[in-house]
T-cell receptor
């Protein structure tokens, strides 16, 4: 199993602040996804990154895939209370069909 | 486009019982994966079905089994339930064969409580 480590585990910030969440592994992934999950619901796909060094933007969210395709980051600009949730990164594991290996997630709380 | 649906939403079972969870995949998707998410953890891969056959399996015992039907819907069966099986069970569908084969779309989950 290819392990993904996310940091920080918990983050509590005020509205308007910027933040960065990290996802690291010793393994190379063919692609990496970021999901956001709210309590009692399933994860919602935010973005997929495929190419080393790739940067994708989704409104105030910026996702980057490391050059070696072993790590990724998620940066949120001017966080809003609606950004509150569990952010999960997941990498494709070719040893198990097209399964996803998930990190434990970063729990983000944005207060007004 | 219909998303992934799961039933039931919540379920309470007693240790030693058996349970069946159901999932309907998103239209146009041919692959279903099941994940177990314990409280405070990320989802853990149980197994995946493609063309009605198991296409990969995570580190779960044989009492976790599944089926995929011709319409790509799926079932997860768990026998001899244990207290540690209490978790959110997530079904995800995807379309294998294209460049985005690892992109999976999740249902809302079934919350299983074993007492």
């Amino acid at each position: 199993t290819q392990l993904l480590e996310q940091s920080p585990q918990f983050l509590s910030i005020q509205e308007g602040e910027n933040l960065t969440v990290y996802c690291n592994s010793s393994s190379v992934f063919s692609s990496l996804q970021w999901y956001r999950q709210e309590p009692g619901e399933g994860p919602v796909l935010l973005v997929t990154v495929v190419t080393g060094g790739e940067v994708k933007k989704l409104k105030r969210l910026t996702f980057q895939f490391g050059d070696a395709r072993k790590d990724s980051s998620l940066h949120i600009t001017a966080a809003q209370p609606g950004d509150t949730g569990l952010y999960l990164c997941a990498g494709g594991d070719s040893n198990s069909g097209y399964a996803l290996n998930f990190g434990k997630g970063t729990s983000l709380l944005v207060t007004p | 486009e219909t998303g992934v649906t799961q039933s039931p939403t919540h379920l309470i079972k007693t240790r030693g019982q058996q349970v069946t969870l159901r999932c309907s995949s998103q239209s146009g998707h041919n692959t279903v994966s099941w994940y177990q998410q314990a409280l405070g953890q990320g989802p853990q891969f149980i197994f995946q079905y493609y063309r009605e056959e198991e296409n990969g399996r995570g580190n779960f015992p044989p009492r976790f089994s599944g089926l995929q039907f011709p319409n790509y819907s799926s079932e997860l069966n768990v026998n001899a339930l244990e207290l540690d099986d209490s978790a959110l069970y997530l079904c995800a569908s995807s379309s294998v064969g294209g460049g985005t084969s690892y992109e999976q779309y999740f249902g809302p989950g079934t919350r299983l409580t074993v007492t």
